[in-house]
């Protein structure tokens, strides 16, 4: 079983930035595809972004495009999520998702997933 572990949330001004992380406890697949995703007070989780584990292809949702980045580092089994630019509807808490099967990708069918990490922005 693989275990997420999101990190880096926290209160952050309109316009400042975060960079969440997200460790798996055992080494992952190089098939893995990893995402995030995230649910504000009242409304259904929706996709963020995603990334394939192996070629480095990126996923974003509409609503993130140039102000969230999504990168992974190989050798500590960790993905990352820069945020820029943030905005009041960023405030959510974020979820660290993983699967084998690169199919999941902008879906919710992914098979572990991180206890969440939240976002809050300010003014």
């Known amino acids: 079983q693989v275990r997420l572990v999101e990190s880096g949330g926290g209160l952050v001004q309109a316009g400042g930035s975060l960079r969440l992380s997200c460790a798996a406890s055992r080494p992952t697949s190089s098939n893995y595809v990893m995402g995030w995703f995230r649910q504000a007070p009242g409304k259904e989780r929706e996709f963020v972004t995603a990334i394939n584990w192996s070629g480095g292809r990126t996923y974003y949702s509409d609503s993130v495009k140039g102000r969230f980045t999504i990168s992974r580092d190989n050798a500590k089994n960790t993905v990352y999520l820069q945020i820029n630019s943030l905005k009041r509807e960023d405030t959510a808490v974020y979820y660290c998702?993983?699967?084998?099967?690169?199919?999941?990708?902008?879906?919710?069918?992914?098979?572990?997933w991180g206890q969440g990490t939240q976002v809050t922005v300010s003014s």
């Open positions: 998702a993983a699967d084998l099967d690169l199919g999941v990708l902008k879906t919710g069918r992914y098979d572990y």
